[in-house]
Structures are given as C-alpha cells and as structure tokens.
T-cell receptor, first 115, second 111 residues
Framework: EAGVAQSPRYKIIEKRQSVAFWCNPI?????LYWYQQILGQGPKLLIQ????????DSQLPKDRFSAERLKGVDSTLKIQPAKLEDSAVYLC?????????????FGPGTRLTVL | AQSVAQPEDQVNVAEGNPLTVKCTYS??????LFWYVQYPNRGLQFLLK??????LVKGSYGFEAEFNKSQTSFHLKKPSALVSDSALYFC?????????FGAGTTVTVRA
C-alpha cells in the first residue's frame, strides 16, 4: 500500500512570497489533515477535510493560509504572503473514514524556511 | 478541550536497558490515546493506540504502553532499548475528530 505523498520536500522562500504544498493521501482515505509542526513542538492541526468538505479550519490563519481538496482526493495548502513565523514542517495525514478511532497515516512533510 | 503533557524533553538510556517515555492527558469523556514516532526528516509513524479494553497495549517494534485511568497517564515502554529507537516520540489524545499532540520527547539510546 502506497503511503501519503507530499511535495515538495523542502522549500526556501523570502518573506511576503507565496508557496504551495501538495498532498496525495492513501487511496480510499476519506479524511485528510494538514498540520503545522514548528521546531520543538508537536504537530498542530490546521485544517481537516472529509471528502471535499471542510470539517475543521478553526486553527487556520485564513488571512494568509488557504487549502482545498476539490475532488476529494489530493489537496493543496497555500500560504500567501509568507511570514518568518511560518517556517515549519507542514505535514499531511489521512485516515480511512470507517472506524472512528483508526490511526492517521502521515506523509514525510514539507520543510518550509522563510527568510 | 483535550491536552497532552510529555514532562520530559529528553530521555537518555543505554542500549539493552528499559525505556520509558511519560505521557499524561486531560480529556472530558473516554480517552483515546496514541503514540507516534518521528525519525529525522520523516513523517510520524504510528506505534500503538488505546481505545478500550486491556490497560497494557502492545504495538510495533516491541513497544507497549500502559493506560492508567486514575493517574491519567499513558506511558510508553520498551523492555530493552535499541540504538535504532533513538527518535522523537509523540503522545496524542483524540476527542471527537480532533487529535491533540504533546510537545514530544527526544529519546537517545547510546551504544
């Protein structure tokens, strides 16, 4: 079974520039998550999708961050414009819908550095 | 709101010795608890979970965890640590659909 795919793996940008990350979840996984992991901290949920609908985006800084999952499969997360404090690893995870407490499967992450 | 505390930033043990990584939680309702491990430049990998049933849960790579409701703890254990167990370990609690992570504990196993 293929895992969660993310690209790019690394990205370096200047502040005020824009950046986009892509995630392809495990086939058949209806639920998709984006997390931000700042160095020295645990992952923090940014947004959760179920199929192509948003379940929770309460922690997403909507003035600069946006995410979509148009066809209920892969997803993109965008930051526009980026700030220095956005430097972090952005993790995508997916989970099968059935079985309320099944674990999430994580991708390798995208390490963003904002200069 | 649910939360998780991992009181130790770092744990250092010698290879072959027992390894314990501590976790305490706070949640209203039944706790659903998870442990994940993160190797450098990799995503999080699932180790084990407690949903209900036996308080001792066995997981991947020889790890186990003990759920203690009265102490609201879910400590991760391994009887004999390996150098390859050196990594960052996260405890997480799920309430509803949301998973909340602790800050992580860095485990270093010396040869």
């Amino acid at each position: 079974e293929a895992g969660v795919a993310q690209s790019p793996r690394y990205k370096i940008i200047e502040k005020r520039q824009s950046v986009a990350f892509w995630c392809n979840p495990i086939s058949g996984h209806a639920t998709l998550y984006w997390y931000q992991q700042i160095l020295g901290q645990g992952p923090k949920l940014l947004i959760q999708f179920q199929n192509n609908g948003v379940v929770d985006d309460s922690q997403l800084p909507k003035d600069r961050f946006s995410a979509e999952r148009l066809k209920g499969v892969d997803s993109t997360l965008k930051i526009q414009p980026a700030k220095l404090e956005d430097s972090a690893v952005y993790l995508c995870a997916s989970r099968i819908l059935s079985g309320a407490y099944n674990e999430q499967f994580f991708g390798p992450g995208t390490r963003l550095t904002v200069l | 709101a649910q939360s998780v505390a991992q009181p130790e930033d770092q744990v250092n043990v010698a290879e072959g010795n027992p390894l314990t990584v501590k976790c305490t939680y706070s949640v209203s309702g039944n706790p659903y608890l998870f442990w994940y491990v993160q190797y450098p430049n990799r995503g999080l990998q699932f180790l084990l979970k407690y949903i209900t049933g036996d308080n001792l849960v066995k997981g991947s790579y020889g790890f186990e965890a003990e759920f203690n409701k009265s102490q609201t703890s879910f400590h991760l254990k391994k009887p004999s640590a390996l150098v390859s167990d050196s990594a960052l370990y996260f405890c997480a609690v799920r309430a509803g659909y949301k998973l909340s992570f602790g800050a992580g504990t860095t485990v270093t196993v010396r040869a």
